[in-house]
């Protein structure tokens, strides 16, 4: 008998493949400090990859492979998720400007607010100045194919945006739709769905958006519901009526029988700021009656917005163009004066900003604008022209033409850290990709976002554990947009990672100097592919366009 097991074990032995013989990992890392996602205790361990996905998590040392990196003392996590980019156009123009989220460790991107890339007609198109030198295109699937030809170093998804399909069908007009408007608006939200848009998103804050009604709101995203979409909104109110306006997005969600996602949750003006908790409570409350509601933050208390959204939404009826003109009139200046002094049934970010301009900083101004004014306070630069602020107010908006963009501050620290313990809250930047070189400002959470996070409410702060923060950068994204294969590390998952250094990652760009990246990120990879190496850069492009219901 022992002998038959000797033979046995033999026979085994030859015809089991050893170590050697197995296929080669692509890469291993070795010695990290895995945080998987799930919100779960950290450990350590090695991982394997092999054709852009995890083959192997466990002890692999001696097990071949094409390149190796030591990770000891570093997290190892899955690549971070930015719920809200405004736009991707500009990677369809300079794919560097992925830089500003490769950085930070940022592997996938979601596109659109109220706007989107697609659909498109000969009215939206003019939106992009012709300088650009754009290709033209009209639906998601002629938009990929461009998108996708430039080629991408991180993924991207996109949401189909309620104003775009309102403006293509009524145009920027306050008016409501008629039934048959209405049903070609719902029929654009389905083709986009079929095409690969992953929700409906309405920015509700923004004319034309603003005019739009719930019942609007809501048989669009039953439109986007039979393709199995998230409604995603920046909702109407941000302060004052911020608790109607979240019951707003609460319903929408219940009558279309769609999750929900709000965008950049706050609470805006010191006077309001006693809101917040009731605005939590209120999306608690909803979550435990079955409405799949979730929202983000951005870790900042100045927001980053249009200098003309200092303007009652009244006066866009006839566009943008029209009220710049008419404020050239001194009896409009006035009115417009008056009324933005002291009304509140709108979104004043005056009032918001304390009524004070020296709360207003600029933050980004086209070339036709003196550009010494970036980083200055509107009062800061009402003494430059030695002028009262209020006129200094109406020049960036005439002469900026609408490209005049402002970071007023508005919000506390306590709402942010009250987020951020709440297990339905993720993290956005609410900013698009840009490459550094090709800018002179920027708001900082453009760069510093995802590693602000990480420093400041984790490290410093520790409002955060580490294991809940990165969860809130990736499996809590993940589960919202439907993405199986990402946000986690584990067996066969998409090989998204980002590898840092938790006692040295730090946000750097301030309010002052916006341009710069942040410290401590060494490596990020997308779908195992190395984009980032010791903060240097590598001009590969290894991101996909992730198409919802496709993966």
Same mark, same amino acid.
């Given at each position: 008998?022992?002998?038959?097991?000797?033979? /046995?074990?033999?026979?085994?032995?030859?015809?089991?493949?050893?170590?050697? +013989?197995?296929?080669?990992?692509?890469?291993?890392?070795?010695?990290?400090?895995?945080?998987?996602?799930?919100?779960?205790?950290? *450990?350590?361990?090695?991982?394997?990859?092999?054709?852009?996905?995890?083959?192997?998590?466990?002890?692999?040392?001696?097990?071949?492979?094409?390149? %190796?990196?030591?990770?000891?003392?570093?997290?190892?996590?899955?690549?971070?998720?930015?719920?809200?980019?405004?736009?991707?156009?500009?990677?369809?123009?300079?794919?560097?400007?992925?830089?500003?989220?490769?950085?930070?460790?940022?592997?996938?991107? &979601?596109?659109?607010?109220?706007?989107?890339?697609?659909? @498109?007609?000969?009215?939206?198109?003019?939106?992009?100045?012709?300088?650009?030198?754009?290709?033209?295109?009209?639906? !998601?699937?002629?938009?990929?194919?461009?998108?996708?030809?430039?080629?991408?170093?991180?993924? &991207?998804?996109?949401?189909?945006?309620?104003?775009?399909?309102?403006?293509?069908?009524?145009?920027?007009?306050? +008016? @409501?739709?008629?039934?048959?408007?209405?049903?070609?608006?719902?029929?654009?939200?389905?083709?986009?769905?079929?095409?690969?848009? &992953?929700?409906?998103?309405?920015?509700? #804050?923004?004319?034309?958006?603003? *005019?739009? @009604?719930?019942?609007?709101?809501?048989?669009?995203?039953?439109?986007?519901?039979?393709?199995?979409?998230?409604? /995603?909104?920046?909702?109407?109110?941000?302060?004052?009526?911020?608790?109607?306006?979240?019951?707003?997005?609460?319903?929408?969600?219940?009558?279309?029988?769609?999750?929900?996602?709000?965008?950049?949750?706050?609470?805006?003006?010191? =006077?309001?700021?006693?809101?917040?908790?009731?605005?939590?409570?209120? #999306?608690?409350?909803?979550?435990?009656?079955?409405?799949?509601?979730?929202?983000?933050? *951005?870790?900042?208390?100045?927001?980053?917005?249009?200098?003309?959204?200092?303007?009652?939404?009244?006066?866009?009826?006839?566009?943008?163009?029209? #009220?710049?003109?008419?404020?050239?009139?001194?009896?409009?200046?006035?009115?417009?004066?008056?009324?933005?002094?002291?009304? %509140?049934?709108?979104?004043?970010?005056?009032?918001?900003?304390?009524?004070?301009?020296?709360?207003?900083?600029?933050? =980004?101004?086209?070339?036709?604008?003196?550009?010494?004014?970036?980083?200055?306070?509107?009062? =800061?630069?009402?003494?430059?022209?030695?002028?009262?602020?209020?006129?200094? /107010?109406?020049?960036?908006?005439?002469?900026?033409?609408?490209?005049?963009?402002?970071?007023?501050?508005?919000?506390?620290?306590?709402?942010?850290?009250?987020?951020?313990?709440?297990?339905?809250?993720?993290?956005?930047?609410?900013?698009?990709?840009?490459?550094?070189?090709?800018?002179?400002?920027?708001?900082?959470?453009? !760069?510093?976002?995802?590693?602000?996070?990480?420093?400041?409410?984790?490290?410093?702060?520790?409002?955060?554990?580490?294991?809940?923060?990165?969860?809130?950068?990736?499996?809590?994204?993940?589960?919202?947009?439907?993405?199986?294969?990402?946000?986690?590390?584990?067996?066969?998952?998409?090989?998204?990672?980002?590898?840092?250094?938790? @006692?040295?990652?730090?946000?750097?760009?301030?309010?002052?100097?916006?341009?710069?990246?942040?410290?401590?990120?060494? *490596?990020?990879?997308?779908?195992?592919?190395?984009?980032?190496?010791?903060?240097?850069?590598?001009?590969?492009?290894?991101?996909?366009?992730?198409?919802?219901?496709?993966?």
């Amino acid at each position: 008998m022992k002998r038959l097991w000797v033979v /046995f074990l033999l026979l085994v032995s030859i015809t089991l493949p050893s170590a050697a +013989q197995a296929p080669a990992f692509d890469l291993v890392i070795e010695g990290g400090r895995i945080v998987d996602g799930t919100g779960n205790a950290g *450990y350590d361990a090695d991982l394997g990859l092999r054709e852009s996905k995890i083959a192997r998590i466990g002890h692999l040392a001696g097990a071949p492979r094409n390149r %190796t990196i030591n990770a000891k003392g570093l997290v190892v996590a899955p690549g971070f998720i930015d719920m809200l980019v405004g736009s991707s156009i500009p990677l369809l123009l300079d794919p560097k400007s992925a830089s500003s989220k490769l950085h930070q460790g940022i592997t996938t991107i &979601v596109v659109g607010e109220g706007d989107s890339m697609a659909p @498109q007609n000969e009215h939206t198109l003019t939106d992009f100045p012709a300088s650009d030198q754009l290709p033209t295109w009209h639906t !998601f699937e002629e938009y990929f194919v461009l998108l996708q030809r430039r080629g991408l170093a991180m993924n &991207v998804l996109h949401n189909v945006g309620a104003t775009q399909v309102r403006r293509i069908v009524i145009g920027d007009a306050n +008016q @409501q739709p008629s039934a048959d408007q209405l049903s070609r608006m719902g029929a654009l939200v389905e083709e986009s769905m079929r095409q690969g848009a &992953v929700g409906l998103s309405s920015a509700l #804050i923004y004319p034309p958006g603003t *005019y739009a @009604q719930s019942p609007e709101l809501i048989e669009l995203a039953k439109a986007a519901a039979k393709h199995h979409g998230v409604y /995603f909104s920046h909702i109407r109110n941000e302060s004052k009526q911020l608790l109607p306006s979240i019951e707003e997005a609460i319903r929408i969600g219940r009558e279309a029988h769609i999750p929900v996602h709000i965008y950049h949750l706050k609470v805006a003006g010191q =006077e309001n700021w006693r809101l917040f908790g009731a605005a939590l409570k209120l #999306i608690e409350n909803a979550r435990r009656d079955g409405i799949d509601i979730t929202a983000d933050i *951005y870790p900042y208390l100045r927001n980053g917005i249009p200098l003309t959204s200092f303007l009652p939404p009244k006066y866009f009826a006839d566009g943008t163009d029209s #009220i710049l003109d008419h404020l050239a009139e001194k009896s409009v200046r006035e009115q417009v004066r008056q009324e933005v002094s002291s009304a %509140t049934e709108w979104e004043n970010w005056y009032v918001h900003a304390g009524r004070d301009w020296n709360n207003v900083l600029i933050a =980004e101004v086209p070339g036709s604008v003196d550009r010494s004014y970036v980083g200055r306070s509107i009062q =800061e630069v009402s003494v430059l022209r030695h002028e009262d602020a209020w006129d200094s /107010f109406f020049f960036l908006l005439r002469s900026g033409r609408g490209e005049t963009n402002v970071d007023p501050l508005t919000m506390n620290e306590e709402q942010k850290e009250a987020a951020l313990r709440e297990p339905f809250i993720c993290i956005a930047s609410d900013s698009a990709p840009t490459d550094m070189q090709s800018v002179i400002s920027a708001h900082p959470r453009t !760069f510093g976002t995802f590693p602000r996070i990480l420093a400041r409410y984790v490290r410093q702060r520790r409002v955060l554990t580490l294991e809940a923060a990165i969860r809130a950068m990736t499996s809590l994204p993940a589960n919202i947009l439907r993405l199986h294969d990402r946000g986690q590390i584990a067996p066969g998952m998409a090989a998204d990672i980002v590898i840092f250094n938790p @006692q040295t990652i730090q946000d750097v760009a301030t309010f002052q100097q916006p341009l710069a990246y942040p410290t401590g990120v060494d *490596y990020v990879l997308v779908n195992g592919v190395i984009v980032l190496e010791i903060g240097r850069e590598i001009p590969v492009r290894p991101g996909k366009i992730l198409l919802h219901g496709h993966s």
